[in-house]
């Protein structure tokens, strides 16, 4: 199936561990991004890279370190975890990095730091 | 900063009803703008998008009309069911800029 896949699904962890999470897109796209989702349902965009090239950090911790080893996988590695890190992160891609293109959402992985 | 503000949830409805769900936007340029609709334990799917002033935006029986001149972007049914139970969040996106704004989201039940 052509989509956005993430793993893990779910991943629960304990504070000050290191974890990454997977999202690969088969769909050709040319710009994948990490969207966070707070326990209020808020969406906000944290990273966006164009062909393996970072084009948006938005004011995030440099906890966080996205990673794109080619244009079609993003991972997300986060350090020394903390409570505050729990959400729900969501990869996305869309095909070039017009403003009008829609962009396509991976199912999620819901972080709990214990 | 560009920004979305969506009316406050939960909304609840029978089904049958007549849905509005209201959007308003502020930005500096011409944004596109997109309904997403987020189903119960899975990711954000694309409902419609308008690209310009006056656009309609229309799929699954849902509608939304790029109004400039109130900065608006209300997402309307005419006929809910239980199945468009979800939250719907409305979202912009601006030239030059690669990110979506989102709204908080608006948590829609529809009861048989």
């Known amino acids: 199936d052509t989509a956005v896949s993430q793993t893990p699904k779910y991943l629960v962890t304990q504070m000050g561990n290191d974890k990454s999470i997977k999202c690969e897109q088969n769909?050709?796209?040319?710009?994948m991004y990490w969207y966070k989702q707070d326990s209020k349902k808020f969406l906000k965009i944290m990273f966006s890279y164009n062909n393996k090239e970072l084009i948006i950090n938005e004011t995030v911790p440099n906890r966080f370190s996205p990673k794109s080893p080619d244009k079609a996988h993003l991972n997300l590695h986060i350090n020394s975890l903390e409570l505050g890190d729990s959400a729900v992160y969501f990869c996305?891609?869309?095909?070039?990095?017009?403003?009008?293109?829609?962009?396509?959402f991976g199912p999620g992985t819901r972080l709990t730091v214990l | 900063g560009d920004s979305v503000t969506q009316m406050e949830g939960p909304v609840t409805l029978s089904e049958e009803a007549f849905l509005t769900i209201n959007c308003t936007y502020t930005a500096t340029g011409y944004p596109s703008l997109f309904w997403y609709v987020q189903y119960p334990g899975e990711g954000l799917q694309l409902l419609l998008k308008?690209?310009?002033?006056?656009d309609k935006g229309s799929n699954k029986g849902f509608e939304a009309t790029y109004r400039k001149e109130t900065t608006s972007f209300h997402l309307e049914k005419g006929s809910v069911q239980v199945s468009d139970s979800a939250v719907y969040f409305c979202a912009l996106s601006e030239g030059g800029a690669q990110k979506l704004v989102f709204g908080q989201g608006t948590r829609l039940t529809i009861n048989p």
């Open positions: 308008a690209t310009k002033a006056d």
């Open positions: 996305a891609s869309s095909p070039t990095s017009g403003w009008y293109n829609e962009q396509f």
């Open positions: 769909l050709g796209h040319d710009t």
